[in-house]
């Protein structure tokens, strides 16, 4: 009897010998939460970190279409030119100054007093210069600041989707301005493919340097060449001899400030809102601005 006691004591009991110690059990449970606990760590942190991006990207978006506006004014987004028929332009074409104009600085005494070169000099330091150091004169210094440059475009896209054609009639030199327009990338938006750019040597061929009279002539000339009269053309300049002396033969505006115009002021003069009916009716019946 006491042998069977002590035989049944030893042998395990049925099942028991895969089971683990209860402690061995606890620590296994604890181990599985911990690892579940980490895992939903980890997904929300992933979370976290994907709003936290697109919301972040959201703001950017918000942020530079927001100076986009400011810079290049109603209606016109991310350089595009107004395609909604919405406006119309008072003008067939308008003539701009170069210096102090399109500019803001009058290039003619930057490049003799500050680089002390001819244009050919200058043209070549366009084309061949360090880009840092020929953007820190071109966009930063001459048409002040690349937010204006993008502001120039837009206004550019603006008025020649509306149909105007955009022209220069200046006493700085051709071959200057067009390396500076092209360097910015305004040439093509300015021109297209038929620019209407007149510089100092086509205007000196007529009268003495800077005689507002040569401005006078060239712009009459283009004019008459396409049968316009005096309020089909708007002239800008910031010199008050030569708005005095074209606003005999078109319309003008003279640019004040001594900072270049204001390229959403410009657009404003040029383009005529249309009612929401007209520009209904416009893109139902196709006609062009």
């Given at each position: 009897m006491g042998a069977n006691k002590r035989r049944n004591a030893e042998e395990p009991r049925?099942?028991?010998?895969?089971?683990?110690?209860?402690?061995?059990?606890?620590?296994?449970?604890?181990?599985?939460q911990w690892r579940r606990h980490l895992l939903l760590v980890v997904v929300s942190l992933v979370v976290v970190i994907s709003v936290i991006v697109h919301l972040t990207d959201f703001r950017e978006g918000a942020s530079d279409q927001a100076m986009a506006d400011l810079a290049v004014g109603p209606g016109v987004r991310g350089g595009q030119a107004p395609r909604n028929r919405s406006a119309r332009a008072r003008y067939k074409a308008v003539a701009y100054d170069y210096d102090k104009t399109l500019t803001v600085v009058d290039v003619l005494v930057y490049t003799r007093k500050r680089l002390h070169m001819n244009p050919a000099q200058i043209v070549d330091l366009i084309a061949h210069g360090a880009k840092k150091k020929v953007d820190a004169m071109v966009v930063d210094d001459w048409f002040g600041g690349a937010a204006r440059v993008e502001a120039l475009r837009a206004h550019f896209r603006a008025l020649r989707g509306a149909g105007v054609a955009l022209w220069i009639i200046s006493f700085s030199y051709s071959e200057v301005i067009e390396a500076a327009l092209k360097h910015v990338g305004l040439h093509k938006e300015m021109f297209g493919t038929n620019p209407v750019l007149l510089g100092r040597r086509e205007l000196a061929k007529l009268h003495k340097t800077q005689d507002p009279r040569s401005k006078q002539y060239w712009i009459a000339?283009?004019?008459?060449?396409?049968?316009?009269?005096?309020?089909?053309?708007?002239?800008?300049d910031d010199t008050q001899r030569n708005i005095r002396a074209l606003a005999k033969?078109?319309?003008?505006?003279?640019?004040?400030?001594?900072?270049?115009?204001?390229?959403?002021?410009?657009?404003?003069?040029?383009?005529?809102?249309?009612?929401?009916?007209?520009?209904?009716?416009?893109?139902?019946?196709?006609?062009?601005?």
């Amino acid at each position: 009897m006491g042998a069977n006691k002590r035989r049944n004591a030893e042998e395990p009991r049925e099942g028991g010998a895969n089971r683990p110690p209860p402690q061995a059990a606890n620590t296994n449970n604890a181990v599985l939460q911990w690892r579940r606990h980490l895992l939903l760590v980890v997904v929300s942190l992933v979370v976290v970190i994907s709003v936290i991006v697109h919301l972040t990207d959201f703001r950017e978006g918000a942020s530079d279409q927001a100076m986009a506006d400011l810079a290049v004014g109603p209606g016109v987004r991310g350089g595009q030119a107004p395609r909604n028929r919405s406006a119309r332009a008072r003008y067939k074409a308008v003539a701009y100054d170069y210096d102090k104009t399109l500019t803001v600085v009058d290039v003619l005494v930057y490049t003799r007093k500050r680089l002390h070169m001819n244009p050919a000099q200058i043209v070549d330091l366009i084309a061949h210069g360090a880009k840092k150091k020929v953007d820190a004169m071109v966009v930063d210094d001459w048409f002040g600041g690349a937010a204006r440059v993008e502001a120039l475009r837009a206004h550019f896209r603006a008025l020649r989707g509306a149909g105007v054609a955009l022209w220069i009639i200046s006493f700085s030199y051709s071959e200057v301005i067009e390396a500076a327009l092209k360097h910015v990338g305004l040439h093509k938006e300015m021109f297209g493919t038929n620019p209407v750019l007149l510089g100092r040597r086509e205007l000196a061929k007529l009268h003495k340097t800077q005689d507002p009279r040569s401005k006078q002539y060239w712009i009459a000339k283009l004019m008459k060449e396409r049968g316009w009269g005096k309020s089909d053309v708007l002239f800008l300049d910031d010199t008050q001899r030569n708005i005095r002396a074209l606003a005999k033969t078109s319309a003008v505006m003279r640019v004040k400030g001594n900072r270049g115009i204001n390229p959403r002021d410009v657009t404003d003069a040029v383009l005529v809102s249309l009612p929401v009916e007209d520009a209904d009716e416009d893109a139902v019946d196709g006609d062009g601005p």
